[in-house]
C-alpha cells in the first residue's frame, strides 16, 4: 500500500508519500517551512500562514511525488491533517486532498495531526501497540496511551502553556534568538542550575497534569529584579537564568512521567514503551531524564529522529494508511476542525495554544 500525505495545520507545508509492506517505508518527505515568513512578527500569522499553504502545497506534493518516483495510478489513498491546527492552513490542505481524491478516484483519509504525532514510533520503529506517549511541542503537551490507531486516552497534560512556547518565550524575555528551545538549551549548559530556584507547579497535586505559565512569569520576576539590582544582564546572568528554567522544566516532566508510566503500567502492558514526538524531544536534557525515568521502570524509551518528530506529512501519511487498514474512509464531506481532541472523553483542553 502507498499514501500520499499532506500537511498545512500550522507554518509548515508538507507532503510525503509512504509505503507499507511489511514495514513502513518513508518514499520521499517534503516540508517548507514558513519561519521567515513570520519572524518579524513574533508568532505566526494565521492569515500569512494560509495563503502560503494555498501558493505551496501543490509543489510540495509534486516535489514529492517526483522524489518518490511514484505516479497517482500507484497510489492507494491520500490522508490530509483536518485538524486541529490553523484553520486557514488546514482548509487549504483539506480542499487540495478532495480535488485530487476526485480527480483520480482515490480514498481520501482525514487525519487529526495529534494522531499523527501519536503514532509516529509505530512509522519509525513499528512500536506495538499500547505504547505511553508524551507529546511535547511548542503547541502541545499532553501524555497519551495510545492502544489503536483511533484509540487514545489522554491521562494528562499541559492545563496553560506547552513546554516549546515556554522556551521560546523564555528566549524572547532574554533576548535570545527564535525557536527559542535550542538557544536555551545551549546557554542552560554554560549556566549555574542553583543559582536560581524557579517553581514546579502542580507537582503537589496528583495526577499527570502540569502547568507552565507560572515558571515564565517567574523567570520575568528574576530578570527584572537581576536588572534593577545590576543594571543589566551578564553573560552569566543569562546563562544561569537558562540552566534554572530548564532544570524546573525537565523536573516537572520527569515527575510527571513517572507518573504516568504508574497509570499506563496498570494495564500490563506486554512490552512497555514511553516515545516522544514534538520538537521540545530535541532536549538533551529533557530526553536523558525521560530516558532514566524510564530504565528505571524498565520500560524501553523510544525518541523518533527529530524531523520525524517535528511537523512532517510522512505521519499523516502513515495514520492514513493505518485508518485506512481499519476500514476508516472519509469522503467529499470531510470538514476542516480548528479543535479536534484526539481523547473524545478527554474535557477540552485550556488555552492550548494552536
Ligand atoms: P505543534 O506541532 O504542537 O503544533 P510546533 O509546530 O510549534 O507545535 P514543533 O515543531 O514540534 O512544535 O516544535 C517546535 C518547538 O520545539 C518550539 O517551541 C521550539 O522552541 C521547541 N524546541 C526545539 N528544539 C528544542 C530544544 N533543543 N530544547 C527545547 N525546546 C526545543
Ligand atoms: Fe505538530
Known amino acids: 500500500l502507498t499514501f500520499l500525505g499532506i500537511e498545512s495545520s500550522c507554518d509548515d507545508s508538507a507532503a510525503a508519500i509512504v509505503r507499507m509492506n511489511d514495514r513502513a517505508e518513508i518514499l520521499s518527505s517534503v516540508v517548507e517551512g514558513q519561519v521567515n515568513l513570520h519572524a518579524e512578527f513574533g508568532g505566526v500569522v494565521p492569515e500569512i500562514a494560509a495563503r502560503a499553504h494555498a501558493e505551496r502545497l501543490d509543489g510540495c506534493v509534486e516535489r514529492a511525488m517526483a522524489e518518490a518516483g511514484v505516479s497517482f495510478a500507484e497510489l492507494d489513498g491520500i490522508a490530509v491533517t483536518a485538524g486541529p491546527g490553523l484553520i486557514g492552513g488546514v482548509l487549504s490542505g483539506v480542499m487540495l486532498a478532495k480535488g485530487l481524491a476526485a480527480g483520480t478516484g482515490l480514498p481520501l483519509i482525514g487525519v487529526n495531526h495529534l494522531a499523527g504525532h501519536a503514532l509516529t514510533p509505530r512509522l519509525t520503529d513499528g512500536l506495538p501497540f499500547p505504547y505511553l506517549m508524551l507529546l511535547v511541542s511548542g503547541g502541545h503537551c499532553q501524555f497519551l496511551i495510545v492502544s489503536g490507531p483511533d484509540s487514545f486516552r489522554r491521562i494528562g497534560g499541559t492545563i496553560d502553556d506547552a513546554p516549546g512556547e515556554a522556551f521560546d518565550k523564555t528566549a524572547k524575555l532574554l533576548g535570545l534568538p527564535q525557536p527559542g528551545g535550542p538557544a536555551v538549551e545551549a546557554e542552560a549548559a554554560l549556566g549555574n542550575p542553583a543559582r536560581f530556584v524557579f517553581p514546579r507547579p502542580l507537582l503537589d497535586k496528583p495526577g499527570c497534569d502540569m502547568s507552565f505559565s507560572g515558571l515564565k512569569t517567574a ?4 530578570r527584572d529584579t537581576v536588572i534593577a539590582e545590576k543594571g543589566g544582564l551578564t553573560k552569566a546572568d543569562r546563562r544561569d537564568l537558562c540552566a534554572g528554567f530548564q532544570t524546573a522544566m525537565v523536573g516537572v516532566l520527569e515527575e510527571k512521567t513517572r507518573r504516568a508510566l504508574e497509570v499506563y503500567l496498570e494495564a500490563s ?29 524498565s520500560v524501553r524509551f523510544l525518541a523518533p529522529p527529530l524531523r520525524l518528530c517535528t511537523d512532517n506529512a510522512a505521519m499523516i501519511a502513515y495514520a492514513g494508511l493505518e485508518r485506512f487498514q481499519m476500514g476508516l474512509r472519509d469522503d467529499a464531506n470531510l470538514s476542516a476542525r480548528p479543535r479536534w481532541p484526539l481523547d473524545q472523553t478527554a474535557p477540552a483542553m485550556i488555552g492550548s495554544g494552536k
Open 219 to 222: 523567570l520575568l520576576r528574576t
Open 269 to 297: 502492558p506486554a512490552v512497555p514503551a514511553l516515545a516522544v514526538a514534538g520538537g521540545v524531544a530535541a532536549n538533551t536534557a529533557v530526553r536523558t531524564a525521560l530516558e532514566d525515568v524510564c530504565a528505571k521502570a
